[in-house]
């Protein structure tokens, strides 16, 4: 039922940074827990960052803490993700991800959330 189009991906060279943003449909998404997640060539896909319905939590992933910044804007249904100095290893398909009727929850586990974009690919180059 809710449909995520993420966009913003593309070449960037190390050292380099992209804004992510993930467009949701519907008229209640200020009430979805909201998460990003990625997934390179030949592994699984990983947690990346995490915020609740009101922007009041974030979480982020080790990997990417001090370099990232996940945000919100529910008056146009919008997700983003700030990624900064940017390294070869972040390289893969950056999925936005959504959780209805989240009670004000936040997670960084693939199973909890229900909605699922297709993607959009960063490569960074060395």
């Known amino acids: 039922q809710v449909q995520l189009v993420e966009s913003g991906g593309g070449l960037v060279q190390a050292g380099g940074s992209l804004r992510l943003s993930c467009a949701a449909s519907?008229?209640?998404?200020?009430?979805?827990?909201m998460g990003w997640f990625r997934q390179a060539p030949g592994k699984e896909r990983e947690f990346v960052a995490a915020?609740?319905?009101?922007?009041?939590?974030?979480y982020y992933a080790d990997s990417v803490e001090g370099r990232s910044t996940i945000s919100r804007d529910n008056a146009k249904n919008s997700l983003y993700l700030q990624l900064n100095s940017l390294k070869p290893e972040d390289t893969a398909v950056y999925y936005c991800?959504?959780?209805?009727?989240?009670?004000?929850?936040?997670?960084?586990?693939?199973?909890?959330?229900?909605?699922w974009g297709q993607g959009t690919r960063v490569t960074v180059s060395s």
């Open positions: 519907g008229r209640t998404f200020s009430t979805y827990g």
């Open positions: 915020i609740n319905w009101n922007g009041g939590m974030t």
């Open positions: 991800a959504a959780r209805s009727r989240s009670q004000g929850g936040i997670s960084g586990e693939l199973d909890w959330y229900d909605y």
